[in-house]
């Protein structure tokens, strides 16, 4: 009878050691917090920008496959002002010479500019000619953050893109 009681009374003692309550307690914490994230997670999930997401994948490495073979080698750039901000106008200049540093003129250029996180955003403008391989146009951008911007020149023997990852400052 004596050994019963001392065997009753060492389990009992575990749960009453400071340390198996810390251990308990730290497992319930990192459980807790993970509940917590997952739940902050679902909660708060954008979803995705573009409901077909999968063809437009496909269609983009296509489009880069294509491009690699059929790219026109033009050399080109995107001067985009430091200083941007949202809500205030800004003048964005591309510039594009073949391989023989000569500029090109091309028909139509435009300028794309997507918002990552909504696609409501998005906008395009058409670039004005300022000089032969000089394209300018005036933007202003709705809200500040992080937005990708493409170029695109086309002329009659193909077309090239010149994409750019840009932060607009908040007004």
């Not at 400071?18 to 917590?36: C, E, F, H, R």
């Not at 059929?70 to 949202?86: G, N, Q």
């Not at 964005?92 to 955003?121: C, I, K, M, W």
């Not at 005036?138 to 953050?145: H, R």
């Amino acid at each position: 009878m004596n050994d019963a009681i001392t065997t009753q009374a060492a389990a009992g003692s575990a749960w009453r050691n400071p340390w198996v309550i810390g251990w308990i307690a730290l497992i319930i914490i990192v459980l807790g917090v993970n509940v917590t994230m997952v739940a902050l997670a679902i909660v708060t999930n954008p979803g995705l920008v573009v409901d077909d997401y999968y063809e437009r994948g496909r269609e983009m490495e296509r489009t880069i496959t294509s491009r690699v073979a059929e790219t026109p080698k033009w050399t080109m750039s995107i001067d985009t002002p430091a200083d941007i901000a949202a809500g205030a106008p800004s003048t964005v200049r591309f510039f594009v010479v073949d391989r023989a540093g000569q500029p090109v003129e091309a028909e139509n250029v435009t300028y794309f500019a997507y918002r990552p996180s909504d696609a409501s955003r998005d906008f395009s403008v058409p670039m004005v000619e300022e000089a032969p391989g000089r394209y300018a146009a005036q933007l202003t951008f709705p809200i500040g953050g992080v937005w990708d911007t493409l170029v695109e020149a086309k002329v009659t023997g193909g077309r090239d893109l010149l994409d750019q990852r840009i932060t607009v400052a908040q007004p």
